[in-house]
Each structure stands twice: as structure tokens, then as C-alpha cells.
């Protein structure tokens, strides 16, 4: 097993602590640009190694059952570093082990395709084949959020397509990450084929978006870093899936239940810390009375505590002063007008989950993205109005509509920009296969979900053959 940026090859090493009670959970080698490079190198020295699709699907799928059976201490490393409660890191695991076997099944198939060469005045007697090859070797940066289904995301496309990938996850995370890179050599995972890296991440990006034998770099976090980075990255493929600032969209038909159930969970899940949480909540006005009522009903029953209790429902946020920065946001919202419904109360980096109500549409809490649990409600009075707040943020990730009027869903389809709508789903909606990914400053329209990142990681090659039947 070799994982670049041991202790032997690093300076110095970086703590992990727990957010919610600030014990050192684990500390990492902090690898500097050289480690980087020597990681790189000691992965492109030689070919990769070339499994068979029967190899990969087998690996993959004892990666999952690693992850299956280990799903309980897994879940308790990421909870520890991250502060996400158990309910939310077991969830995650699911979604993981979801990740990797379709990325198993995918093997099977691929895209390649014929064409006839006898066509057109010059058209020849042959036949035109494609099949996909692997792009080189892909360098992969993600965000705390999911510690651990974040990098499977990276992951799983690359080993189902043989492709060699290295991965800096977040500093704030990183154990559940080099735990499951221990887990993908356990299950038979040429180390050729994976290193995990932490340390700085200006200098591990440096050499990601310099270094020659990278030939695609792909990164989750935020616009800002994100925009950095394509810049940097100079002539190689670079997939950004950025922030989001999804919004739940209420008409006046809707079950204002069935909508406030759907609000609280979206809001609040991961403590709010979702690329796709429900982030504003723009409800039509001759219910909004109604549908804040219902929220806060909902809200009553999370449970915001120690993540590592059983019965928590919502753990903390990444740390301290990520939840300072989310309490100023609704303090300046109260400030602009907002009606205090619940929650703004903080201890360290645990916040209550939050409802404003009648709040203004400038505000920072919702011109911004906010990343914790905040439910935050705009009123609007009719679909001209909702359509022109959803598209006023820099944002276009997804979004979530509640209404059975078939003429506002394909009004609300046609006209919001955004990568994904959901009608009386949650905008983090999606199935591990399905294409997802955003536009605006969300993303530049790439999509990933496991097949869509396997045709990311691959170039098409032709081959033409001589076919003498026409
Ligand atoms: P971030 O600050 O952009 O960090 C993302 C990754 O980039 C981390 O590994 C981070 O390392 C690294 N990084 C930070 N500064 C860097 C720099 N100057 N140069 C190179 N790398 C750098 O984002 P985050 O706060 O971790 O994550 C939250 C964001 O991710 C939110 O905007 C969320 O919406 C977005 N997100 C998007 C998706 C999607 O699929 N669209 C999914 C999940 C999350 P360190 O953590 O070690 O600093």
C-alpha cells in the first residue's frame, strides 16, 4: 500500500479536530509541492496498469462491500472530523456504496459507435468504429461537504474506465479519505491507480494545474477557488462543479405539508452544507402564512446536538467560524427586515436550524450562498416574480418546484437557469448515475453522476477498417 504524502515523505503534518468538541481527531502528512510531483511521477514512471472491465467491476464491488461492512466506523471517523451527525455520515456511506456498485455495472456497457463508410460522393468501403480510451491521468480536488462520497465520486468513474487518478481532499477532512484509499489497495486496487495527497492547497494545486502528466483536472468547492483554477490550468480538460444557491419554489396550489416537509429536510440535511440545499425558500403569497406555520411545526422536531449522538438530526457546521459568518448573515437579515420565526442560536460551530421569514431579497443570507441550516423565506406574488428571484443570484445549480399546474412546471422548466429542476423533489435530488451539474457560476454546463464522469475521464478514438459490404 503507498499512499504519497506518508509521514516519511512529508515535512510536516496537519491536525484534524472535531468541530463540535475540538479534540485532535488525527493528524495528516502535510505534503509539500515535492511530494506532489514525486507522487505524480511515481504514478506516470510506467504505463498504468491495464485491468480487464471484469477486474474493475470486481474491484469496485468489493470496495462497496468494504464500505458496507465497515459502514459503522467510517460513518464515526466522518462524523469526527466533519461534524456531520450519524444519521447524515451513515446516509452518506449508502449513498457511496450506491456510487461504486453502478459504477461496477457500468462497466458492462459503453458508447461506442458505427458508422458506414460508403456515404457521400467520396464514401468509401469501409466502416468507422469508436471506442474510448482512457485521458491520462486525472488530478481531483474536493470539498468538505461529503468527506467521503465526494471522492468516491472521483473515484469510482476512474477505476471503472482505468484511469489513474489523485485526489486532494479537504485539510478539514481528510481521514475518511485516506481511509477509503487504504480500503480501495484492501480490495485489490493497483496503487498505480489512486494516490491520496494532503497538505496545502495552494501549493498541491500548484502542481496540479502545472504539471505535465495531468490531463484532466476535476474540482468540487467554490466558485472562487474554482475560477482560480481554470485559469491556472493552462491547454488540459478541467470539469468545476461549483456553489449552488437552489431554490424550493411554492404556488399557490401546492400541499403547503407535503412542501414544508420537503423545505425542512432540504434545508437542514447535512446541516445545510449541501452543494444543492434548499438555500431560498420563495413561497406565493396567499400561503406563505400557512407554509411558514407548517415549517416551523417541522423544525421543532430536529434534533441539533452532538453529532455523535444516535438522535441527532443535524450535527454542527464545518467549524466555529463558519458559523459565526452564518449567524452575522441572519443578524444582518433581521437587520434588513426579516421576521425571526426559530433557531438563531449558535454554540461554537452547532447551530439551531434557522426560519426568517419575509426576507429581502438583497440580503447576503440569501444573495449569497449560505452553507448551514438556514430556511429562509421569500414571498412572491406570481410566477413572473418567482422566476425573476430564482435567477437573480450568480447561482444555477438546481432547484425544486411544488405545484401540480403542468403550465407553470414548463414555465418553470423553459425559464429557470439552472442544471437541474425537480418538481415536488428536494433540488439535491438525483440518482448516482443520472447527469448533474449546474451553469452560471455553478459550473460551465459539464455534468458529472458516475456515467457522465466515465465519458469525462475517456477520449473517443476512430478506428476505420476496410468493409467491402456497403
Ligand atoms: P473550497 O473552499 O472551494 O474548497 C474546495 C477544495 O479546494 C478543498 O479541497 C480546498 O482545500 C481546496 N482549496 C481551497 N483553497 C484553494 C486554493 N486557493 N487553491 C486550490 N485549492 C484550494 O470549497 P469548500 O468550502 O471546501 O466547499 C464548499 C463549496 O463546495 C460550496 O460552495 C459548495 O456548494 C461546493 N460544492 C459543490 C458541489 C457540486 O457538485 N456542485 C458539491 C459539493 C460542494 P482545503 O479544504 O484543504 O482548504
Redo the contacts with the bound molecule.
Keep these: 500500500m503507498w499512499i504519497a504524502g506518508e509521514a516519511q515523505f512529508a515535512a510536516s503534518m496537519l491536525d484534524v479536530h472535531d468541530p463540535y468538541s475540538g479534540r485532535l481527531v488525527g493528524r495528516v502528512p502535510a505534503a509539500g509541492k515535492e511530494q506532489v510531483t514525486e507522487a505524480i511521477e511515481r504514478m506516470t514512471r510506467q504505463s498504468p496498469p491495464k485491468l480487464s472491465r471484469q477486474q474493475r467491476s470486481v474491484i469496485l464491488r468489493r470496495i462497496a462491500d468494504i464500505i458496507r461492512r465497515e459502514t459503522d466506523s467510517l460513518a464515526r471517523l466522518n462524523t469526527a472530523e466533519s461534524g456531520l451527525c450519524l444519521k447524515d455520515t451513515r446516509y452518506e456511506a449508502a449513498r457511496s456504496i450506491d456510487v461504486l456498485n453502478l459504477a461496477a455495472d457500468a462497466t458492462s456497457f459503453d458508447d461506442s459507435a458505427v458508422f458506414p463508410g460508403s456515404v457521400g460522393a467520396n464514401g468509401k468501403p469501409r466502416r468507422i468504429f469508436t471506442h474510448r480510451e482512457s485521458i491520462g491521468l486525472v488530478a481531483a480536488?474536493?470539498?468538505?461537504?461529503?468527506p467521503l462520497n465526494?471522492v468516491v465520486h472521483k473515484i469510482a468513474p476512474a477505476i471503472a474506465t482505468n484511469t489513474p487518478i489523485i485526489v486532494?481532499?479537504?485539510?478539514?477532512t481528510p481521514l475518511t479519505a485516506l481511509r477509503l484509499a487504504e480500503i480501495c489497495y484492501e480490495a485489490g486496487l493497483p496503487p498505480e491507480l489512486l494516490s491520496v495527497v494532503t497538505g496545502n492547497?495552494?501549493e498541491i494545486?500548484e502542481v496540479f494545474t502545472s504539471h505535465p502528466a495531468v490531463a484532466l483536472l476535476s474540482?468540487?468547492?467554490?466558485?472562487?477557488?474554482?475560477k482560480?483554477?481554470i485559469q491556472q490550468a493552462g491547454y488540459r480538460r478541467v470539469v468545476v462543479?461549483?456553489?449552488?444557491n437552489d431554490p424550493l419554489i411554492v404556488m399557490e396550489d401546492a400541499d403547503v405539508e407535503a412542501a414544508a416537509e420537503l423545505a425542512a429536510n432540504g434545508a437542514y440535511g447535512n446541516s445545510g452544507q449541501?452543494?444543492t440545499a434548499v438555500k431560498r425558500i420563495l413561497v406565493q403569497r396567499g400561503i406563505a402564512d400557512a407554509f411558514v406555520a407548517a415549517l416551523e411545526r417541522r423544525t421543532q422536531r430536529f434534533v441539533a446536538a452532538d453529532p455523535a449522538d444516535e438522535r441527532t438530526d443535524i450535527g454542527t457546521v464545518i467549524d466555529e467560524p463558519a458559523a459565526v459568518q452564518i449567524a452575522r448573515r441572519i443578524a444582518d437579515a433581521i437587520g434588513a427586515g426579516a421576521r425571526l420565526v426559530a433557531g438563531h442560536r449558535r454554540d461554537g460551530a452547532l447551530l439551531q436550524p434557522t426560519i426568517l421569514d419575509h426576507v429581502p431579497t438583497g440580503c447576503e443570507l440569501v444573495a449569497e450562498?449560505t452553507?448551514g441550516p438556514v430556511a429562509p423565506v421569500i414571498r412572491f406574488d406570481g410566477i413572473d416574480e418567482a422566476v425573476s428571484i430564482s435567477n437573480g443570484t450568480r447561482y444555477g445549480?438546481s432547484s425544486a418546484i411544488c405545484t401540480n399546474r403542468i403550465d407553470w412546471i414548463s414555465r418553470f422548466v423553459s425559464d429557470l437557469r439552472v442544471g437541474s429542476v425537480n418538481v415536488w423533489e428536494v433540488p439535491g435530488y438525483r440518482s448516482e448515475a443520472s447527469p448533474?451539474?449546474?451553469v452560471k457560476d455553478?459550473?460551465l454546463g459539464c455534468k458529472?453522476g458516475v456515467v457522465e464522469a466515465m465519458r469525462l475521464y475517456t477520449t473517443v478514438k476512430t478506428l476505420s477498417l476496410p468493409w467491402p459490404h456497403p
Excluded at 141 to 146: A, K, S
Design positions: 480536488i474536493t470539498p468538505f461537504n461529503h465526494q486532494k481532499p479537504s485539510e478539514k492547497p495552494i494545486a474540482f468540487t468547492g467554490s466558485p472562487t477557488v474554482g482560480r483554477l462543479e461549483l456553489g449552488g449541501r452543494c450562498e452553507f445549480l448533474f451539474g449546474g455553478s459550473g458529472e
